[in-house]
Antibody, heavy 118, light 105 residues
């Protein structure tokens, strides 16, 4: 079955850019939507944005000015870049798959904690 | 943006209890609601999609109802492994999650 795995630095300095990659195994990145979702410590879930296998993207309006999601089909990976980070961006970042824009997120990666601190 | 208001925020219950969690959308969203279960340190897992469809592999004690603005998740007979946090999520527009309901013993 399809598995997702997030990777990237666990510590980012304020004002810098957070960069994460999600590697998809056990299936192709084609024919699906791929999302990033985050969860600050002891808080709820926030959808960041998605990319379709065609490269088309859609972002949460509250983060749109700072977010870029891209795709590398040759590596079966998609990536997140979040610029100008602050402590408020400290969270567990998850990647997840969905089969349509009417998003039912399944499966999810295990999540990776990113801390923003100097 | 659509807001999803979930209640209660926490709930104490016992094994064998019947439990209901509600979610209200700020505007009509048909049946575009999904429910997830999250255990500490783990990613959320989908239980119910499209308001009332049971995800494959999920026990039948979980059920969902609702349409328009009001939705419910019911656990018919709580099992020890059900103590977790539950989230609703609208998929009518850009995905938005409720604040979560922590189900405790």
């Amino acid at each position: 079955q399809v598995q997702l795995q997030e990777s990237g630095p666990g510590l980012v300095k304020p004002s810098e850019t957070l960069s994460l990659t999600c590697t998809v195994s056990g299936g192709s990145i084609s024919d699906y939507y791929w999302s990033w979702i985050r969860q600050p410590p002891a808080k709820g879930l926030e959808w960041i944005g998605h990319i379709l296998y065609t490269g088309s993207t859609n972002y949460n309006s509250s983060l749109k000015s700072r977010v870029t999601i891209s795709l590398d089909t040759s590596k079966n990976q998609f990536s997140l870049k979040l610029s100008s980070v602050t402590a408020a961006d400290t969270a567990v970042y998850y990647c997840a798959r969905h089969s349509s824009a009417a998003a039912v997120f399944d499966p999810w990666g295990q999540g990776t904690l990113v801390t923003v601190s100097s | 943006d659509i807001q999803m208001t979930q209640s209660p925020s926490s709930l104490s219950a016992s094994v064998g209890d019947r439990v209901t969690i509600t979610c209200r959308a700020s505007q009509s969203i048909s049946t575009y609601v999904n429910w997830y279960q999250q255990k500490p340190g783990k990613a959320p897992k989908v239980l119910i999609y499209a308001a009332s469809s049971l995800q494959s592999g999920v026990p039948s004690r979980f059920s969902g109802t609702g349409s328009g603005t009001d939705f419910t998740l019911t656990i018919s007979s709580l099992q020890p492994e059900d103590f977790a946090t539950y989230y609703c999520q609208e998929s009518y527009t850009t995905p938005t999650f409720g604040q979560g309901t922590k189900l405790e013993i």
